[in-house]
């Protein structure tokens, strides 16, 4: 299986900001959506966001207007800008390849005062 290499997480204070990054092959990056899934602690893998490799996007409603997901086609990198975090957003954070049914490894969120 190819890797997903995802970076960025952390811990924040309610209210802060974070931005999640995620590698992908050439390969992959070209040909799939690739979104954002996130897993809180006792709760089901959810889908937060994704892109499509032509830039549409899709949000869950807890992201709209607070979550911005993003592409950059030069380094094979998507990227989760999130705001206004909340301490219902710890979780962690796993880059998803559609396509391929790649995951990353997972990246911890934690917003906390």
């Known amino acids: 299986q190819e890797q997903l290499v995802e970076s960025g997480g952390g811990l924040v204070q309610p209210g802060g900001s974070l931005q999640l990054s995620c590698v992908a092959s050439q390969n992959v990056f070209s040909i799939s959506p690739i979104g954002w899934y996130r897993q809180a602690p006792g709760k089901e893998r959810e889908l937060v966001t994704r892109?499509?490799?032509?830039?549409?996007?899709t949000y869950a409603d807890s992201a709209k207007g607070r979550f911005t997901i993003s592409r950059d086609n030069a380094k094979n990198t998507v990227y989760l800008q999130l705001r206004s975090l909340k301490p219902e957003d710890t979780a962690v954070y796993y880059c998803h390849a559609f396509f391929f049914n790649y995951w990353g490894q997972g990246i911890q969120v934690t917003v906390s005062s």
């Open positions: 892109i499509t490799p032509g830039g549409d996007t």
